[in-house]
């Protein structure tokens, strides 16, 4: 092999209880779809050709310095605790500290099975795959933390879910896989040694200036509070915000349902298995303070006095809504145009959005349009829209920058639904041309690109995706 991969591992330096030890499960008949040399050139991986990417990137082969590994974690899914979870079909191989200093996870997803599988066969399709390298490189551009995708691999191998698939393995890059989940698996198993370990290996990778739990909570909910404000900015809905899918880094994490609004509907669920809306697009902002209570409960054995720090979380926890307040406030305020919010501009920006919703508004074209004098035509009654901009054009009169302000917050392309699953289709069929051409656009997303404007358009009434499935 001559493919270098500078593993530098310090996960499974951790004691044996934190995952287990297993190399992936060969496939019958690899091949590359793609490989990230950007992402590669950042994490100092040295190129090889397609060959060696396919055997590696499809877990055919294990890389020279790899330490692979299962983790193990807990979580709450759509509410409800689930003791013991674990990568069920993921495979950490190491770490790599890149050019820019980052220490970054190599995951491959859809490797086969592990201790943890349960009932799943380990394997992922060519759908979930494909979705979550566009999205995640997608929002990546767009200014969003995230995990990122190093690699897509066809596995020669048909899989059973709905219906037969095409396997597929995802090579999964992140600042680290430490999901509250993670903290979840050892407080309910009263293991506070494991406990403190995570701790200290979460703070020397992620928080080196947090030196107590209370410290540690409030810097996972700032920047879980800034993720959330910048998704919503976006029209994202993650569908699955599971514990086990909620990082301490503070990175988006698990594209599985996930989906970006067309027109704006604050109500809208896209994922097919969320049958109460627990996950919509508004409700992203309740279920992420629940999140951090649980994070704060798996917390609490690690702090010296229980009932003192029963309180202390208690009111860290009751702040976060006005943090995500905050954020959100920032974040649409710039997508009018305005620099410094005032109080009285989320009135401003709430009336935008009612109007939007009454009149079948597309999110993201709206904004956009916002910049050169069009978006009362993405109105079904443009005058709604007009009344609305006498009091916006007042408010940013005097502002010489806030037209270029908007154009560098409101993207002119996101990963729409529809092509998403129209790029599936194409790939399921053989054709990966959709899917390299997506990837193109959307890594320049705030620039016009007048040869893609059909990705720019919101669905057809036949084009409607109603629902998005489970990325299993
Ligand atoms: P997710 O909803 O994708 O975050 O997955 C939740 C849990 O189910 C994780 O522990 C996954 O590893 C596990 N899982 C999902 N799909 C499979 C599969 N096909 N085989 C084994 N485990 C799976
Ligand atoms: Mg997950």
Redesign the pocket.
Known sequence: MTLNIPFDNSYAALPAGFYSRLDPTAVAAPDLISFNRDLAALMLITETSDAELTMLFSGNAVPEGAAPLAQLYAGH?FGQFNPQ??????ILLGETVGRDGVRRDIQLKGSG?TP???N?????WLGPVLREYVVSEAMHALGVPTTRALAAVRTGEMIQREAMRPGAVLTRVASSHIRVGTFQIFAARRDVIALRQLFDYTVARHYPDCTTPDALLQAVIDRQAALVAQWMSLGFIHG?M?T??CTLSGETI?Y?PCAFLDFYDPETVFSSIDRHGRYGYASQADIIVWNMAQLATALLPLMPDADAAVAQFTDQVHAMPELIRQEWLARFAAKIGIGTPKPEDAALIGDLLTRMHGNQADFTNTFRALSDGTARDQFTDPTAFDSWAEGWQARIASDPDAIQRIRQTNPAFIPRNHRIEQMIAAAVAGDDAPFHRLNAVLSRPFDDQPDAEDLRRPPAPSEVVAATF???
Not at 85 to 90: F, M, Q, V
Not at 120 to 124: H, P, S, T
């Open positions: 899914q979870l674990g990568d069920g079909r993921a099975p943890y599988s349960r799943g066969d380990g394997r992922a699955v599971n086990d899918n698990d599985g489970c990325g299993t």
